[in-house]
């Protein structure tokens, strides 16, 4: 700097240092942005991000904070701090949720903003195997669904596998469910169902992270709907048995038809089981009815094909004790026609608490005729056991023929009859227009003690 400083007519210089002003910057500050990697993928899921940040005056910018972001919900990018050099470096972690990534870069401080960089994401296709324990079961039985997932033979872990059964509507009535499972640290994946209806399944696993979803499927699973067979038995004194029954399948729409029932007797109820008759359903219904002779244990069951499991009904006890008659006696056995004699016996039953036979009191007896030559037998008399067993009746001899007693039975005991036919010979002839005979009310049958 010159200074002059004037003392009267004296002039004096004084000399010392110049400072230029500041020389104003003809550029302006920048920053470059780059990714390190254009792609990623699920061996290299993560790339760097290098730039640079220069200064106005063309310098590098250095110790320079550096803001970088990306797209919301699809990764993550740290934030840098320039080195000497005015350069920086970060780290870009797509989360796969996206084909492609963004980042970009800004300087707030010189209040820079970057061009954005675009990243691809490659995702990895997986695969996915399923496998049934089984391909053929009954309804209730279980079957277990097992299978891996893998990325390039890799297992992959934690991956959620949703398995879908497709059925046929028409032929199944029961639902079957969607359900999930999980894959462990060797891929695997396993559950255990007890499907109602025959089924194909398909398993999916579920896309994440760098990894595609991938599905297999298993070929039907052959169910046999599960049948309930019922049963109802009864036989009445007589020994006329009457058994019906339905066999139905829930799950496959209701009454099963066209299949065969086997009819079984066991004396005990436990074993030696003996087919008695064969039957076919109808409607889901069938039925039988025949004679038997002998108390037992009775059961319906359906030995199962291919289109349906088989079932047995609850055993059903028909039993009833044995009854018996003595010979019946006659007061006489020869007498005017239209006169009377007395008939007589005794009714005895078998007492499971004694283990033999014993009276039988109280029991409505029924006497019955028929006329010699002819095979319908009349109804005469009801009497009734007394307390040692016995009965009596005071009968008309209406013509030359026989008399017999019969029991019908109770609701635990066999009908029974007298063993013989106690023969009656009339004689004299009844006048014109007399009575030759009682009308006739019914044909007792059985009417002896076969059974």
């Known amino acids: 700097m010159l200074r002059i400083a004037t003392t009267g007519m004296t002039a004096v210089i004084i000399l010392g240092t110049l400072t230029a002003a500041p020389a104003l910057a003809d550029g302006a500050a920048s920053i470059t942005l780059a990714a390190q990697a254009a792609s990623v993928d699920p061996d290299n899921p993560t790339t760097a991000i290098t730039g640079k940040v220069v200064a106005a005056d063309g310098t590098p910018a250095a110790s320079i904070p550096v803001d970088l972001s990306t797209n919301t919900g699809w990764g993550s990018v740290d934030d840098a701090t320039t080195t000497a050099d005015g350069t920086f470096t970060a780290m870009l972690r797509p989360n796969g949720a996206s084909d492609s990534v963004s980042v970009w870069a800004d300087v707030p401080s010189l209040g820079l903003h970057s061009d954005l ?166 409607q889901g219904q069938f039925s039988a009815s025949f004679n038997v002779n002998n108390s037992g244990y009775w059961r319906a069951r359906f030995a199962g094909d291919t289109t349906a499991a088989p079932s047995a009904s609850s055993v059903r006890k028909t039993w009833r004790w044995s009854t018996k008659m003595s010979k019946l006696k006659a007061s006489s056995t020869k007498v005017r026609k239209n006169r009377y004699i007395t008939v007589s016996g005794t009714l005895s039953r078998y007492y499971s608490s004694k283990n033999r036979f014993g009276a039988f ?91």
């Not at 893998?150 to 028409?170: E, H, W």
């Not at 019955?368 to 109804?379: A, C, E, V």
Request: aromatic share 10%.
């Open 361 to 451: 009191p109280g029991q409505k007896v029924r006497i019955i005729f028929r006329f010699r030559g002819k095979k319908t037998w009349y109804h005469v008399k009801w009497v009734k056991t007394n307390s040692k067993g016995r009965y009596t009746a005071k009968v008309r001899a209406y013509g030359d023929g026989y008399f017999a007693a019969t029991f019908a039975g109770t609701s635990d005991t066999w009908a029974a009859g007298t063993p013989n036919d106690r023969y009656v010979n009339t004689y004299a002839v009844p006048s014109p227009g007399g009575r030759s005979g009682p009308p006739p009310v019914m044909t007792v049958l059985p009417w002896r003690g076969d059974q």
């Open 117 to 282: 960089v675009t990243v691809q994401v490659v995702h990895g296709k997986t695969q996915t195997t399923l496998i049934g324990s089984r391909a053929g079961l009954d309804e209730g039985q279980p079957l277990t669904l097992s299978g891996q997932v893998t990325y390039q033979g890799r297992p992959l872990s934690g991956r959620t596998v949703v398995i879908d059964p497709a059925v046929d509507p028409a032929r199944c009535t029961t639902p079957m469910y969607t359900f999930r499972a999980g894959t462990d640290a060797e891929g695997r994946f396993s559950s255990t169902i007890k499907p109602s209806c025959t089924a194909t399944y398909v398993a999916r696993s579920q896309a994440v992270g760098f990894y595609e979803g991938s599905t297999a499927t298993l070929p039907a699973v052959s169910v046999r709907p599960a049948t309930k067979t019922s049963l109802s038995a009864t036989m009445d004194a007589y020994g006329r048995f009457r058994a019906r029954g339905t066999l139905y399948a829930a799950s496959a729409g209701g009454d099963v038809n066209g299949k065969q029932v086997l009819l079984e007797y066991s004396p005990n109820g436990r074993t030696g089981w003996q087919t008695a008759r064969r039957m076919k359903t109808s």
